[in-house]
């Protein structure tokens, strides 16, 4: 049943009891009849129409993936082309919790980042091709210093400065994505 991925891996992460379990299946039941949506994990009801419905195979919105780390999700823009990537997240004046950027490569290999023109902080998390992180660090605005991967990367995720913190999401951890069309 498409989304009962979602449903297994929100239930297990969940605290709480077989009752509270089952009302949540029941929800999720009544939610997916109606063709409602639904929420799971770190996701917040402004999010709710971007995110995966529990009944639904769905798909984020074009340009767009969901980057997930078990039950929390990042929105991210996905930059695929040279130019988009050398522009990345410039002259953002904010970028809400739950949100980035994606920045897809061909190989896996040492990338390096930087701050110019970003006027907001950042975490940047490198994954390998496995979608594993290699590396995470913070970055500080509009700098030129450099941030090279500890490791090889094929994926660098950015986000707002401390998100993954926040998440307790760690060098180890590994990301599932589900790109949108386009």
């Known amino acids: 049943m498409p989304g009962l991925d979602l449903f297994q891996r929100t239930v297990r992460h969940s605290p709480g009891n077989r009752v509270s379990t089952l009302f949540v299946a029941g929800i999720l039941l009544a939610c997916n009849a109606s063709g409602g949506q639904t929420m799971s994990g770190g996701e917040s009801a402004s999010s709710l129409q971007e995110t995966p419905s529990a009944g639904q195979e769905r798909l984020p919105p074009r340009g767009k993936a969901w980057v997930i780390f078990e039950t929390d999700t990042v929105l991210a823009e996905v930059a695929r082309t040279a130019s988009e990537r050398e522009e990345g997240l410039m002259y953002r004046e904010s970028l809400e919790e739950g949100k980035g950027m994606l920045f897809v490569f061909s190989d896996s290999q040492i990338r390096s980042f930087w701050m110019r023109n970003t006027l907001i902080p950042l975490d940047i998390a490198y994954l390998d091709e496995s979608l594993r992180i290699v590396d995470l660090q913070g970055m500080e605005a509009e700098t030129d210093d450099p ?22 999401i760690e060098v180890g951890t590994q990301a599932r994505i589900v790109f949108g069309p386009g």
């Open 147 to 168: 941030h090279p991967s500890a490791r090889p990367a094929m994926f660098a995720l950015e986000v707002p400065r401390g998100w993954f913190g926040k998440k307790r």
